[in-house]
């Protein structure tokens, strides 16, 4: 064990192989020994085994419905009690857990790398491409998240995937602006001055130098981000604009059980209790890769 753990901190790594685990092994223990960030992580991999083993997990199927149980308090029998159609509230939080993780990771894998590109070029080129880029950007940047999602959503149509493609939309302008800040820090430098004098095309100095340097700045962003990702498109769902019945939406079960919040208040609570804790998971998380992946806490280990 000591052997391994010294060959993933030495100093002088001999492949880049070692050098990608070593930092990965760095960056592990630095985020155990922040509480917060392992809380956010348990919470994290909570909701993802929540979506993988739902079908085991949910003791009621979340569309079958029994009148002659409905609006059950919490019980043995309901753990999160039962809504307006009889439907266990534990159950369809479970497999709610799939919706928003699926909204989560469709758009991150969106908006992030859109966004990574576009401030790359703008950074890299600079001039009036950077003018013309950075101007589309701001147009989007000035305009309220949730308002310019319920705007595309209202031209889109309503459904799930329509909703991952407006909060996609809305989502990538600040990541591009983090990545242009990052590459006009080394856009000058020597490194790259060296590409270029090996006659390295822009597009491989791009993708190959400039990207991977804007990435741990991008995963925090990214990471810091779910939490309003998860509130947008709960929003989204209680407005009936995301999600459609009778899918097991978190937004869309808030909303059908506000007309019961205040003699049956499990409908809408438990759903609220779960959209509160997974974006406090994401934001402690988010809290602690920001802390380990800070330039100015490298040397710390």
């Known amino acids: 064990m000591t052997t391994m753990t010294n060959w993933l901190l030495d100093d002088s790594p001999s492949s ?10 760095r960056v592990t223990r630095m985020l155990m020994r922040n509480p917060l960030a392992v809380v956010g ?3 994290l991999l909570v909701l993802i085994l929540a979506a993988i083993f739902a079908p085991w997990i949910a003791p009621h199927s979340p569309m079958g419905q029994n009148l002659g149980q409905r609006l059950l308090p919490p019980s043995a029998a309901h753990w999160m009690g039962t809504d307006e159609l009889g439907r266990d509230i534990f159950s369809r939080v479970i497999y709610g857990a799939r919706i928003t993780l699926l909204i989560v990771a469709m ?139 009778p899918l097991p939406e978190w937004g869309a079960m808030i909303s059908r059980g506000r007309a019961f919040i205040l003699d049956q208040w499990w409908v809408a609570t438990m759903p609220g209790f779960a959209i509160i804790i997974v974006s406090l998971g994401f934001c402690f998380l988010g809290d602690g890769l920001r802390d380990v992946l800070d330039p100015k806490q490298g040397g710390k280990s």
């Open 41 to 43: 992580a348990l919470i």
């Open 107 to 245: 758009v991150a894998v969106i908006s992030a790398p859109l966004g990574l590109l576009i401030g790359a070029i703008s950074g890299y080129f600079g001039g009036w491409v950077d003018k013309a880029m950075m101007g589309v950007t701001d147009v989007f940047l000035s305009m309220p998240k949730l308002i310019l999602a319920l705007a595309f959503v209202a031209a889109l149509g309503p459904g799930i995937e329509n909703a991952i493609i407006a909060i996609a939309i809305t989502s990538w302008p600040a990541y591009a602006r983090i990545a242009r800040a990052e590459t006009l820090t080394f856009r000058n430098s020597e490194f790259i001055s060296a590409m270029r004098l090996l006659g390295a095309s822009h597009t491989r100095i791009i993708t190959g130098h400039v990207l991977p340097l804007c990435t741990s700045s991008m995963i925090v962003r990214v990471t810091l981000d779910m939490a309003g990702i998860i509130l947008t498109a709960a929003g989204l769902g209680f407005l009936g604009l995301g999600a459609q019945p």
């Open 16 to 25: 880049r192989l070692q050098a990608s685990l070593g930092h990965s092994y």
